[in-house]
């Protein structure tokens, strides 16, 4: 990766982390401050998400690019994510490099997940 590359993405993530701090509320949150990276596949938004499982369940295959949005849903970055075994693309998705960790689809109620995304 190019030290150009590199800047762009340390710059983009201090972005995004500066947003998490702020006390502006989030359009996914009712409480100040709660800021999470977001990830949006064509018209679907997703969001990191701690409660799904650290480790990922096997993938399937990759996607088309996403784009990472910051607080203000403007993009920071794009990642490849990719479809996980057992889990519907309209419930979530992985990104194993870059801005790795599960992402949710906006909506989806934890108590909906399939058992390969709960602890």
């Given at each position: 990766m190019s030290p150009a590359r590199v800047s762009l993405r340390s710059v983009a993530c201090l972005l995004v982390l500066?947003?998490?701090?702020?006390?502006?509320?989030?359009?996914?949150?009712?409480?100040?401050?709660?800021?999470t990276a977001k990830l949006r596949i064509g018209d679907t938004t997703y969001a990191f998400h701690e409660d799904a499982v650290t480790s990922h369940p096997a993938p399937v295959k990759p996607l088309a690019a996403g784009e990472i949005?910051?607080?203000?849903?403007?993009?920071?970055?794009?990642?490849?994510?990719?479809?996980?075994r057992g889990v519907p693309v309209s419930v979530a998705v992985a990104?194993?490099?870059?801005?790795?960790?599960?992402?949710?689809a906006e909506g989806?109620?934890?108590?909906?997940?399939?058992?390969?995304?709960r602890r």
């Open positions: 500066a947003g998490c701090g702020s006390t502006t509320t989030t359009p996914s949150s009712d409480e100040p401050g709660d800021c949005l910051d607080c203000d849903g403007k993009v920071v970055d794009t990642a490849t994510p990719v479809q996980m990104v194993v490099e870059g801005w790795p960790g599960i992402y949710v989806v109620a934890p108590s909906t997940w399939p058992d390969r995304l």
